[in-house]
């Protein structure tokens, strides 16, 4: 299987920033897509910002021109760089990685979930 840890998150006033980690580590063969996602209390989870292996990373709307995604392929570890914060941007953010693990017998293709950390915007 594959684990993703967040770190990160915090308490944070308007207009300030945070750095999200994720690191994936276990089984893994080779990670696809790297995304952020987020849950605000009452709201449906929703994609914040993805970016594909070797590819061009995509934001949401509400994510365009305020928050950064990147990923270090050596290290199997994706970044959220959150600019100009709001108190909507309040939320838990869920880290997702899709890609080929290994378990016996053989290589299967997954979807995995950090456990989530909480960003709070508040004065």
Not at 45 to 60: F, H, K
Not at 64 to 75: H, L, V
Request: proline share 5%; with cysteine; aromatic share 10%.
């Amino acid at each position: 299987q594959v684990q993703l840890v967040e770190s990160g998150g915090g308490l944070v006033q308007p207009g300030g920033s945070l750095r999200l980690s994720c690191a994936a580590s276990g089984c893994i063969a080779r990670i696809n897509a790297m995304c952020w996602y987020r849950q605000a209390p009452g709201k449906e989870r929703e994609l914040v910002a993805d970016v594909p292996s070797g590819g061009n990373p995509n934001y949401a709307d509400s994510a365009k021109g305020r928050f950064t995604i990147s990923r270090d392929n050596a290290k199997n570890t994706v970044y959220l760089q959150m600019n100009s914060l709001k108190p909507e941007d309040t939320a838990v953010y869920y880290c997702n990685a899709k890609g080929i693990y290994y378990s016996a017998p053989g290589y299967k293709i997954g979807d995995f979930w950090g456990k989530g950390t909480l960003v709070t915007v508040s004065s």
